[in-house]
């Protein structure tokens, strides 16, 4: 089994800052990809950024500019800095992990809730 758990949400005022973590425990093998997801009260779950083991990286356009997604291996931790904040931001920010051998994110953490202010 693999869990994750979230932390570093809150509460933030337009163009502040916020810095997520992700700590991932279990078989952590299984792990190969992880990144960021976010879900706003009333829409569906979207991508906000991945990365993989070796460190290549994808943005949702959304967070191009603004966001980076960073990793420790040794550390087993994956973490999203967020600069820039604006409310459209506000969201539950969910930790994800792609298994190994079925390609797909398999492993959520429980989420982290941001809320940005205007």
């Known amino acids: 089994q693999v869990q994750l758990v979230e932390s570093g949400g809150g509460l933030e005022q337009a163009g502040g800052s916020l810095r997520l973590s992700c700590a991932a425990s279990?078989?952590?093998?299984?792990?190969?990809?992880m990144g960021w997801y976010r879900q706003a009260p009333g829409k569906q779950r979207e991508l906000v950024a991945t990365?993989?083991?070796?460190?290549?990286?994808n943005y949702a356009d959304s967070a191009k500019g603004r966001f980076t997604i960073s990793r420790d291996n040794a550390k087993n931790t994956v973490y999203l800095q967020m600069n820039s904040l604006k409310p459209e931001d506000t969201a539950v920010y969910y930790c994800?992990?792609?298994?190994?051998?079925?390609?797909?994110?398999?492993?959520w953490g429980q989420g982290t809730q941001v809320t940005v202010s205007s």
């Open positions: 994800g992990g792609m298994d190994t051998y079925t390609g797909k994110y398999d492993y």
């Open positions: 990365i993989t083991r070796d460190g290549s990286t």
């Open positions: 279990g078989i952590i093998f299984r792990i190969n990809a």
